[in-house]
């Protein structure tokens, strides 16, 4: 079932279709535009009555018996005596629902925990589609985030000055560049780390792990609303994430790197021109035997001094750097990326439409019939083997998961939304409003 979920997922991803199907109850009611709860109730009821409706419990004591008289116009056959409204406001039977959730909790059957909901920090609360400008049926997509450990950097650039004095002032407390991906399955694969070198970025402090995340300041925001695990928020105060340092992505290049699972020792910090700051942490991870993009902008290093030379990258950081072949794919061989470039004729990072079908291709055929050729799940399947690998990461402190929207959402108050994980409550104004009837047969 989840398999088949995560093929869908997949498939979907493929196409690029990140909209839910259909349209949303909003634009289905009004054919899109933004419509205000004012226009909705002044179809219903006196203007002059609109603002009672500000108290929730008025929406209780108004709307019931127009329910009622509709039923009874419609001939329905109702027990009328046995009608009863739900919510607090009725004693009896809020007294029955918390009888039958606290035996469900002393049986283990329920549990009350945090869950990923889009949020504005402005507003403090969960922006759900009628409270957004913009991205309706827009949801939390879960991404991993990779640990690339810093080391010490190694060419005597004066434009590592900055994380030299991070490191030394960090001591013990790890510094990690923080890729966000959805392919943790292919980590055997690095051989390098991109950023965009007009890109901005900070350290930021995640408290609970007691380490330093080198990552774009839209993404930190996402992050401390985010929990680890259970209760446990990866900073001390919700919302809040403490910068420690900014750097440009130039001063972030020709670093070195430990990341993890790689066959490679040591990998650099190299450009990548066509990162997008505004998804994930505006770091990617290069695995350029099963990403068409990773696999152009490393060969476009490779054989182009000047190009190195321009974003001051000396050739050990670029050429012993070799493609790892690491999922076989029928029919595209042991590296998909490699093939899928041939194939399609992509001569730049920036033949975009090119690289766009490659990677949708790759991405599809990876998971769908991919069979692992590297690491200890070598001979299990792309789909079988990428949650366990996941897991296996997460446990062993070498990644941890990390939400967005899945495009950008903003909320009336015109602020861009996070993915904030809150406790599952509903508001006055999610209340359920319901009578219910005993229908005579
Ligand atoms: C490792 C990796 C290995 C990736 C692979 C892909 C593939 P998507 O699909 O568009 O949602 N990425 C992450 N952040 C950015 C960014 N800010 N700008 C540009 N690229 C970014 O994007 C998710 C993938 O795009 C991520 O997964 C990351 O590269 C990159 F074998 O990480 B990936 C067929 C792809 N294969």
Same mark, same amino acid.
């Given at each position: 079932m989840e398999a088949d979920l995560e093929a869908a997922a997949a498939a979907k991803k493929a196409t690029g279709d990140k909209s839910r !199907?259909? $349209?949303?109850k909003l634009v289905q009611k009004t054919g899109g535009g933004i419509v205000r709860q004012w226009n909705i109730l002044k179809k219903m009821v006196n203007e002059d009555e609109?603002?009672?409706?500000?108290? %929730?419990l008025y929406w209780l004591s108004y709307f019931p018996p127009i329910g009622v008289d509709h039923l009874k116009n419609f001939a329905a056959g109702v027990d009328w005596r046995r009608a009863f409204i739900t919510t607090f406001v009725n004693p009896y039977y809020d007294a029955f629902i918390r009888w039958q959730f606290e035996v469900l909790r002393e049986k283990g059957k329920v549990l009350f925990g945090k869950r990923n909901n889009v949020y504005s920090l402005v507003d403090g609360q969960v922006c759900a589609d009628h409270d957004r400008?913009?991205?309706? !049926?827009v949801g939390p997509q879960e991404y991993v985030l990779i640990k690339l450990k810093v080391l010490v950097?190694? +060419?005597?650039?004066?434009?590592h000055a900055k994380m030299e004095a991070l490191l030394k002032t960090a001591g013990d407390i790890p510094v990690y560049l923080v890729p966000a991906t959805l392919?943790?399955?292919?980590?055997?694969?690095?051989t390098n780390c991109f950023v965009i070198p007009e890109g901005e970025y900070g350290a930021y402090k995640v408290d609970a792990l007691n380490e330093i995340f080198v990552m774009s300041a839209r993404s930190a925001r996402n992050l401390s609303c985010q929990?680890?695990?259970?209760?446990?928020?990866?900073? $001390?105060?919700?919302g809040k994430i403490d910068q420690l340092e900014s750097f440009t992505g130039d001063e972030l290049l020709g670093i070195p790197l430990r990341a993890p699972l %790689?066959?490679?020792e040591k990998v650099y910090t190299l450009p990548l021109l066509?990162?997008?700051?505004?998804?994930?942490?505006g770091v990617v991870t290069s695995v350029p035997s099963d990403a068409p993009d990773d696999y152009v902008s490393l060969k476009a290093l490779q054989n182009k001094p000047d190009f190195r030379a321009k974003f001051g990258i000396t050739d050990d950081m670029v050429l012993p750097y070799e493609i790892v072949p690491i999922i076989s794919i029928d029919g595209y061989g042991e590296a998909a990326a490699v093939y899928m470039c041939e194939k399609l004729k992509i001569q730049s990072p920036n033949d975009k439409a090119k690289l766009t079908q490659a990677k949708d291709e790759t991405y599809l055929k990876g998971f769908t019939i991919g069979i692992m050729t590297?690491?200890? +799940?070598?001979? $299990?399947?792309v789909s079988e083997a990428k949650p366990i690998i996941k897991q296996e990461m997460i446990d062993a402190g070498q990644a941890c998961l990390y939400f967005e929207p899945e495009s950008r959402v903003v909320s009336r108050t015109n602020d861009e939304c996070v993915v904030a994980a809150t406790d599952q409550v509903s508001s006055p104004r999610h209340m359920i409003v319901s009578i219910t009837l005993t229908l005579i047969q």
């Open positions: !199907g259909g $349209k949303t609109i603002p009672l409706f500000q108290d %929730a400008s913009e991205g309706e !049926g950097p190694d +060419h005597g650039q004066s434009r392919r943790p399955e292919t980590m055997y694969g690095q929990v680890i695990e259970g209760n446990n928020y990866f900073t $001390k105060e919700f %790689a066959k490679y066509t990162i997008s700051m505004n998804k994930g942490t590297t690491g200890p +799940h070598s001979g $299990k399947k």
